[in-house]
Nanobody, 116 residues
Framework: QVRLVESGGGLVQPGGSLRLSCEAS????????MSWYRQTPGSQREFIAT???????NDNDSLRGRFTISRGSTEGTVYLQMNNLKSEDTAVYYC??????????WGQGTQVSVIS
């Protein structure tokens, strides 16, 4: 099993920046990829970016240039750097991991609110 805990969300003004963190615990060695998604009420979760265990990155074209996924120095840690935030970026941001079986794991989410 893998447990994911997100942090770093909060309230920010348009044009501001936030960095979200996701820390995995449990069977970290089984993780093949970690990703970020976001969701607004009444909408499906939107893919933001993923980074594989080997460091390969795939991301959402519409967010590229403002949102960047990266791995931390501690195994099982990923970040999401968000710059030039807009009101439409307001959402709950979720960390996701997939292991080798594969099984899917989700964090509890962290709220990001972009309000002027």
């Amino acid at each position: 099993q893998v447990r994911l805990v997100e942090s770093g969300g909060g309230l920010v003004q348009p044009g501001g920046s936030l960095r979200l963190s996701c820390e995995a615990s449990g069977n970290i060695n089984s993780i093949r990829a970690m990703s970020w998604y976001r969701q607004t009420p009444g909408s499906q979760r939107e893919f933001i970016a993923t980074i594989s265990a080997r460091g390969r990155i795939n991301d959402n074209d519409s967010l590229r240039g403002r949102f960047t996924i990266s791995r931390g120095s501690t195994e099982g840690t990923v970040y999401l750097q968000m710059n030039n935030l807009k009101s439409e970026d307001t959402a709950v941001y979720y960390c996701y991991a997939r292991d080798g079986i594969p099984r899917d794991f989700w964090g509890q989410g962290t709220q990001v609110s972009v309000i002027s």
